[in-house]
């Protein structure tokens, strides 16, 4: 079994079977305390803005987010990449990075950090 964003699969096969596992929204944490704004999070402060992103690999290959953002204009500017979400939210909770991640690791994530989760001030596709 392998596991594989909606939409990512196209051209491995026709003979492949698939099934959604799960599906949610997508959020922006941002810290307490190091926020560079106030009040509500327009897209032009989310452009702004220095983000922290997850990314399994280090090569200049397009993430399913990229592909998102590309579609609906969306401009990124990467502080950091990391390959384990699990880093996320103490990076972002430590800087004025905003990082846009699944609603459900984000509660998660809110449980242990000072962190605030927002919600993205564009259309996102929802995680599948």
Request: glycine share 4%; hydrophobic share 40%; aromatic share 6%.
């Given at each position: ?10 051209g ?49 290959t ?37 990082a ?20 993205a001030?564009?259309?996102s596709?929802?995680?599948t």
């Open positions: 079994m392998v596991a594989i964003p909606d939409g990512t699969a196209e491995i096969g026709r003979d492949i079977s698939s099934a959604l596992l799960f599906e949610d929204d997508m959020v922006i944490i941002a810290s307490r305390r190091h926020r560079s704004f106030t009040g509500p999070l327009t897209r032009e402060i989310y452009e702004a803005s220095g983000h922290a992103r997850f990314k399994m690999s280090p090569k200049n397009a993430t399913h987010q990229d592909v998102n953002f590309r579609q609906i204009g969306v401009q990124q500017h990467d502080l950091v990449m990391v390959q384990q979400f699990l880093s996320l939210p103490g990076i972002v909770e430590a800087s004025s990075a905003l846009l991640i699944q609603r459900r690791l984000a509660e998660r994530f809110q449980r242990s950090h000072e962190i605030d989760i927002l919600e001030p564009f259309r596709h929802r995680s």
